[in-house]
């Protein structure tokens, strides 16, 4: 499959996508507390995505080939598990984190975000594993230009994780996103500057780390999706769908409720102002 580049009407259309999805985790973050199950908050996601915004739920019956269809509408990573955790009936407890990922279909067009929240309390590694991976997530998106390469983002944020002693799981990366949940190209959180795919204007993927508080070795619980740390270590995740623009880069999943970006970017926007 070629990369595909978006047309202005393309964008336009994503950015709509995207800034429902991103609309999804905002309405979400208020039930996001010690006692609630994940269960429950696959059905209010649901709800949210089908009759209020009159959308389509990408995870839910999402069969890629050698996997059984996903049951859910939303995916829900708790402490260890690294992506694709299926919503249950098990509470979220006072100190968890977990990831929750949404990709909401509008008018044949993907958005797609994640963010982690931390349970109640959390505890102060558990947070900085949050706050870090938040971070390394950044520096890749600032690293979004024309001309530059995809093994530039890689290297930014695996630099930035292992620096703070944290490790990168290698075996899930971003990808292309449009009318299609998943394109090309693959967008790798390791790697050497200078290497892989040119960025053009109109190319759009999803810059999505997956950094763990150990090591970076992972497994496939018995679900068939559920991907988790060998050793048990928590695991924190974010996700933005971003636009190659003529000039730098535009996050297409951002809402009212978006958490902000980090200082060195609103420092840098400010110095090129």
């Known amino acids: 499959m070629a990369i595909t580049i978006k047309t202005a009407a393309d964008v336009e ?30 059905k209010l996601a649901h709800d949210y995505i089908v009759n209020v915004q009159q959308g389509i739920p990408a995870p839910l019956n999402y069969c890629p080939p050698g996997y059984i269809p996903y049951p859910k509408s939303i995916c829900t990573s708790v402490n260890q598990v690294v992506c694709h955790g299926i919503p249950n009936d098990k509470a979220l407890k006072n100190g968890d984190i977990v990831n929750i990922d949404v990709t909401v ?41 024309p001309g530059a390469r ?18 990168i799981v290698r075996e899930f990366c971003g990808h292309g996103i449009g009318r299609v949940f998943h394109e090309e190209p693959q ?6 500057p200078g290497t892989l795919d040119e960025l053009v204007p109109g190319m759009m993927f999803t810059i999505e780390p997956m950094i763990n508080a150990g090591r970076r070795e992972i497994k496939e619980m018995g679900d068939g999706w559920t991907i988790a740390t060998k050793d048990r270590s928590l695991s924190a995740q974010w996700e933005h769908t971003i636009l190659v623009t003529d000039t730098g880069y535009e996050v297409m999943t951002l809402s009212a409720g978006s958490p902000p970006p980090p200082a060195f970017i609103t420092q840098n926007a400010t110095a090129a102002a």
């Open 105 to 145: 279909i509008k008018d044949g067009w993907h958005g797609d975000t994640s963010r982690m929240f931390v349970v109640g309390d959390g505890s102060i590694a558990a947070k900085r594993l949050c706050a870090f991976t938040y971070e390394a997530m950044w520096k890749g998106i600032a690293k979004v230009r």
């Open 187 to 192: 967008v790798l959180h390791y790697g050497r």
């Open 150 to 167: 995809l093994g530039d983002i890689g290297h930014a944020i695996q630099t930035f994780a292992e620096n703070a002693g944290f490790s």
């Open 13 to 42: 259309g994503m950015r709509i996508a995207g800034r429902l999805a991103s609309e999804v985790l905002d309405m979400l973050t208020a039930h996001v507390k010690p006692g609630v199950t994940t269960n429950e908050l696959d």
